[in-house]
């Protein structure tokens, strides 16, 4: 199995920028995909960016150009750094993990992000 452990969520003003990590822990050489999903109160919860074992990477719409998904390989962690923060980003926000080889996806707890003055 594979361990997820979200940090770096906060209160944070619009405008603002925070970044999220995902310590990865257990079986993680069988991980190939990594990334983050958050959902709102009351919403569906969304994908919001991807990165391959390789390093490429997927964003929706609603975030290019605002966040950046990273992977340091060495720490088994993943990094969101969330930029220029609306009011719309506040929601829970997940990581998860692909392993891909036998099909399972394994999800973090989410960390809170609230972005209000």
């Known amino acids: 199995h594979v361990q997820l452990v979200e940090s770096g969520g906060g209160l944070v003003q619009p405008g603002g920028s925070l970044r999220l990590s995902c310590a990865a822990s257990?079986?993680?050489?069988?991980?190939?995909?990594m990334g983050w999903y958050r959902q709102a109160p009351g919403k569906q919860r969304e994908l919001v960016a991807t990165i391959t074992s390789g390093g490429t990477t997927n964003y929706a719409d609603s975030v290019k150009g605002r966040f950046t998904i990273s992977r340091d390989s060495a720490k088994n962690t993943v990094y969101l750094q969330v930029n220029s923060l609306k009011p719309e980003d506040t929601a829970v926000y997940y990581c998860?993990?692909?392993?891909?080889?036998?099909?399972?996806?394994?999800w973090g707890l989410g960390t809170q992000v609230t972005v209000s003055s």
């Open positions: 998860y993990a692909d392993e891909t080889e036998r099909g399972l996806r394994y």
């Open positions: 257990g079986r993680v050489f069988r991980i190939v995909y």
